[in-house]
């Protein structure tokens, strides 16, 4: 019999300034209700899923900054949310801005049972540490975010082996590679991405494409499923990509929202795809060779000194 | 002024197991000169470009083996595709079966003014080192090729930073990122894959989507154009994908071969298209965190153990 999961994402359209963590917890446990409608197990929420993405603003009010961040978890207005997990029976990654103590993190929970059974700070913190002159949009997550000092955790889910991670870490192969060196089945991503970011003057389709190809490429290339979630449509004036989907281990898109607003989509996905992958081609054990990797954990940046 | 790459790249239709070094060699030859008719400064070749991919058989002669590979390099059947790059100063990329002494590599040199400046040996050896009952095509590569010694080098070949690997090591991400982080240029590859390798009993129009998007993600990952080579068509009664392309640090193809035959594609390759992503969102010094990727040099196979 086949080893099945029955996955959802749920997109979020633009979460504005002026809406309260209870009008944004109302809507994700309304598109949490139609993913289990459906028969989903898990959904993913996006990246900073509670408030507008403030990063794009420089502030330096502390109570200001804080006011976008949760000292706990569950809250008071984030506990329906939990108590619907647990009575409907499906589990949710949401990702939000992490007080810890002092310490600020971009985070992610897996929730099950309506219980936290695995938390991920994001460690590839993108974007600048202060303001830059003469951009139109900025990109302050260094301003306002430590790197995660979690690693890339993969959790025992019961029915399937789960990893998270966070919008930019989607980007770069090292963060599939650490999961797909646990044996994880699936990994969940939210994800903020304003059209514009990058600031290259690039073409106008090339976001939406930078977006799914690591998605597709890292799910194939480490034998798992790839559940992203975007936060999209025109948030405080900016447009930001959506494109959520869900990466099957053969590299292809099973199934894609297609709105910028609130949308679930779902699919039953097949567990043990990835095993002929496992098998042979990317037998890991069989094929890998870390002693000509070396470069990646002894070298940071780019060099053109020789190894 | 932009810092622009004429590159080309020499599909092969297949190469018959009595097709002489000779004969393979004159079409090299044409290639090359079609290649410079069009203004192109390098071209790259398929991976074991001089013979048919003979690692589908399992051959125990020790005459018979060797007489796939090359002694020395140039010899006198390849010594006019030297004479010729030299001639009409265009460098090339070739791969070959390399004997050295007594030990035998999946090998691919550049060739620049009709002199070696580079090589490079296979490291993600694909395949059985031993026949295999019941499979009804054999891939034994692990039986004929040593695991290559040279590492992941990248050669200054003057206009721009040129690296190389070799068939299966193009879907491993740790390919690539070696030589991203020594800031090349252009990644050059070649290829011999037969559509049903892997042997999964996967969707027919799998492997050729399989064969370019690692290529797409790579060039966008590690700012980098990716020249790939395929040998393709039906070769001793073996259908082998084509597909060859060009890729930009876009993850976009910029040009790709249509045919299943000896097809010379080309592509003015812009080299500085990179440099908004290596000094932005891929500026590798300041984003990324080795100290959180250490499982992918300090683990081989992938396990369900805890980091």
């Known amino acids: 019999m086949k080893r099945t999961l029955h996955l959802a994402v749920a997109q979020t359209g633009p979460i504005q300034a002026h809406h309260s963590r209870k009008e944004v917890v109302a809507r994700l446990c309304e598109l949490l209700k139609e993913a289990a409608s459906r028969g989903a197990r898990w959904v993913v929420f996006p990246e900073l899923t509670l408030t ?33 997990s647990r009575d409907l029976q499906v589990g949710f990654y949401l990702g939000y801005a992490e007080l810890a103590g002092e310490r600020q993190f971009n985070s992610s929970i897996l929730v099950d049972g309506g219980k936290i059974i695995g938390k991920y700070r994001k460690i590839h913190i993108p974007g600048d540490a202060q303001a830059q002159e003469n951009y139109p949009v900025q990109h302050l997550e260094k301003k306002y975010f430590e790197v995660g000092d979690l690693g890339f955790p993969v959790f025992d889910a019961g029915e399937a082996r789960i990893g998270m991670c966070i919008c930019n870490d989607r980007r770069w192969p090292e963060t599939y590679r650490v999961m ?15 059209v514009a970011y990058g600031r290259l003057g690039e073409p106008a389709h090339l976001p939406a494409l930078q977006n799914q190809l690591p998605l597709k490429a890292s799910a194939y290339q480490n034998t798992c499923w790839i559940a992203a979630a975007a936060k999209a449509g025109v948030e405080e004036g900016i447009p930001m990509i959506g494109g959520s989907c869900i990466v099957a281990p053969t590299g292809e898109i099973a199934v894609q929202a297609l ?40 070298r940071t940046g780019a060099d053109t000194t020789p190894l």
């Not at 797909?180 to 304003?194: E, R, S």
């Not at 910028?260 to 039953?268: C, L, S, T």
């Open 52 to 84: 507008t993405f403030f990063p794009r603003w420089s502030m330096d009010d502390p109570a200001q900054v804080r006011s976008y961040f949760e000292a706990e978890m569950p809250s008071p207005e984030t506990l329906p949310l939990f108590e619907l």
């Open 259 to 298: 709105s910028e607003d609130d949308e679930v989509i779902n699919y039953v996905c097949d567990l043990d795809l990835a095993n002929g992958y496992r098998n042979n081609i990317f037998n890991f054990a069989r094929h890998r060779r870390p002693e000509h990797y070396k470069a990646i954990v002894e």
């Open 180 to 194: 797909g060196l646990q044996a994880v089945d699936i990994v969940m991503v939210g994800y903020n991405t304003p």
